[in-house]
């Protein structure tokens, strides 16, 4: 199946280190957002959509992203990393993707260092994460798609 992983990872690169250990196993289209805004996903059989969490969501880049250019009905899978513990973070990529009659197909998430805000005061949080362990649990995941 041709993939294509589109994602948006700035302050640490938590969520490229899960898709470099997925792309160094795997055959799949690396997609930044902020480097390639416009991008035709029609060739694709699935798409992957990758963020760090702000403010408890995926960033507004990558869900302008996918409100525009996700074409309908394709399978789409999600991976994350989040600084605080728990939360529900899919919420709004997963309302782009049901409104383009697309299917999930799964999802995957760790902590990931977070200095945001007023963690950065304390030297910030999840630190050293993702771990190595982590980045093969990104991989074993995408494997089993």
């Keep these: 199946m041709k993939t294509a992983i589109v994602y948006y990872s700035q302050h640490h690169g938590n969520t490229r280190k899960l898709l470099d250990a997925i792309a ?3 055959e799949v289209t690396l997609i930044n957002v902020t480097k390639q805004p416009e991008t035709d996903l029609t060739g694709y059989d699935r798409i992957g959509f990758a963020s760090g969490i702000y403010y408890s969501s995926f960033a507004k880049q990558l869900l302008s992203f996918a409100q525009a250019y996700l ?3 394709k ?3 999600y991976l994350y990393t989040h600084g605080a513990p728990k ?3 899919l919420a ?3 309302e782009i993707a049901a409104e383009k009659h697309c ?3 799964g999802s995957y998430h760790c902590r990931g260092f977070d200095t945001f805000g007023p963690f950065k005061l304390v030297g910030g949080i999840a630190k050293d994460h993702p771990t190595a362990e982590e980045l093969r649990g990104a991989a074993d995941f995408y494997r089993n798609l």
Excluded: K, L
Aim: glycine content about 12%.
């Design 75 to 77: 399978e789409v899978f």
């Design 24 to 26: 160094a196993e795997n």
């Design 92 to 94: 709004a990529i997963r």
């Design 87 to 89: 939360g529900e973070f």
């Design 71 to 73: 074409p309908e009905g």
């Design 103 to 105: 299917s999930e197909i």
